[in-house]
């Protein structure tokens, strides 16, 4: 049975940091689609980064150059590293993966929820 189970929400200030992580069992990162979307209330679900196999990353434009998609293939985790965080990134953080070893279905995980305010 796949899971994926993320962690490291929490609150933080404007301008702080915090690392999300998606640790996957059930699973093997092996080839590779991840990915980390995040929904705010009243909003739709948007695409914030996602990696494939061999490394290749893409970012929504509001988090480039804030935000690192990385995985540990080891540990079949991935991880979100959110720097210079704004309000405006509050909102729970899902991670999604599609592997070959699962036969290519979405999974999802829980959510993990991200408040940033002073």
């Known amino acids: 049975q796949v899971q994926l189970v993320e962690s490291g929400g929490g609150l933080a200030q404007p301008g702080g940091s915090l690392r999300l992580s998606c640790a996957g069992s059930?699973?093997?990162?092996?080839?590779?689609?991840m990915a980390w979307y995040r929904q705010a209330p009243g909003k739709q679900r948007e695409l914030v980064a996602s990696?494939?196999?061999?490394?290749?990353?893409n970012y929504a434009d509001s988090v480039k150059g804030r935000f690192t998609i990385s995985t540990d293939n080891a540990k079949n985790t991935m991880y979100l590293q959110m720097n210079s965080l704004k309000p405006e990134d509050s909102a729970v953080y899902l991670c999604?993966?599609?592997?070959?070893?699962?036969?290519?279905?979405?999974?999802w995980g829980q959510g993990t929820q991200v408040t940033v305010s002073s």
């Open positions: 999604y993966a599609r592997t070959a070893t699962s036969g290519w279905r979405p999974y």
């Open positions: 059930g699973i093997t990162f092996s080839s590779y689609v």
């Open positions: 990696i494939v196999t061999g490394g290749s990353t």
